[in-house]
């Protein structure tokens, strides 16, 4: 079946070390975006890829920072993690046709907790 | 920030009650969704609403928009303790490609 698929489903770290979390999907779509979560509270964008284009939101820290080498990836780092970082990180995928928002939700994974120790 | 308010923030019925969910937003938008969120997994997507539209169903969802009052509800019948979840609605700018989640209504259904 198409999907989103997000390894590992739990990732430990430790403070300071980077890490990287890895999101593939098989639907093709042209957008992929990075949410984070944090307990009971709303997904936070963090930035997306509209094709090969990075989009990064003003408030997300400098420590974030993403790869899309291909249409079917996409890669999350995580440079020196804090205690503030651990979340659940969420890639999700969506269909755009040129500057049309989607016509269709979108296609989330089922996430990777991150717990900074 | 067009982030969306939810009330209310938790609610709790039986099983065969309906539960009616609302969400409220500050800026224009062209379309509003409405996501289901089990604890501890990813989103998944419920139902969309263009903004041209008042009201649309799937299945025992019933999602109604207002635009002029920039609100939103969600209103699920006869519920099921399956349908114990966390319910976020979203929303979209005109000309932008990303979505901006509410606040969630934790919905729990007692059997």
């Known amino acids: 079946d198409a999907m989103v698929i997000q390894n590992p489903r739990y990732q430990v770290t430790q403070f300071g070390k980077p890490v990287t979390l890895s999101c593939s999907q098989t639907l093709n779509h042209n957008v992929m975006y990075w949410y984070q979560q944090k307990s009971s509270q709303a997904p936070k964008l963090l930035f997306h890829?509209?094709?090969?284009?990075?989009?990064n939101e003003a408030d997300t820290p400098d420590n974030f920072q993403s790869r899309r080498p291909n249409t079917s990836f996409c890669f999350l780092d995580i440079r020196s993690p804090g205690l503030g970082d651990a979340a659940m990180y969420l890639c999700a995928t969506s269909v755009l046709q040129g500057a049309f928002t989607p016509n269709y939700g979108y296609t989330f994974g089922s996430g990777t907790r991150l717990t900074v120790v | 920030s067009q982030q969306g308010e939810e009330d209310p923030q938790a609610l709790s019925i039986q099983e065969g009650e309906n539960a009616t969910m609302n969400c409220s937003y500050k800026t224009s938008i062209n379309n509003l969704q409405w996501y289901r969120q089990n604890s501890g997994r990813g989103l998944v997507h419920l139902i969309l609403?263009?903004?041209?539209?008042r009201e649309k169903h799937s299945g025992r969802l019933r999602v109604t928009l207002d635009t002029s009052k920039k609100s939103s509800s969600l209103l699920i019948t006869a519920s099921r303790a399956a349908d114990t979840a966390s319910y976020f609605c979203?929303?979209?700018?005109?000309?932008?490609?990303?979505?901006?989640f509410g606040t969630g209504t934790r919905l729990q259904v007692f059997p």
């Open positions: 890829y509209y094709d090969k284009d990075f989009n």
């Open positions: 979203a929303t979209d700018g005109y000309n932008t490609d990303k979505l901006i």
């Open positions: 609403i263009r903004s041209n539209e």
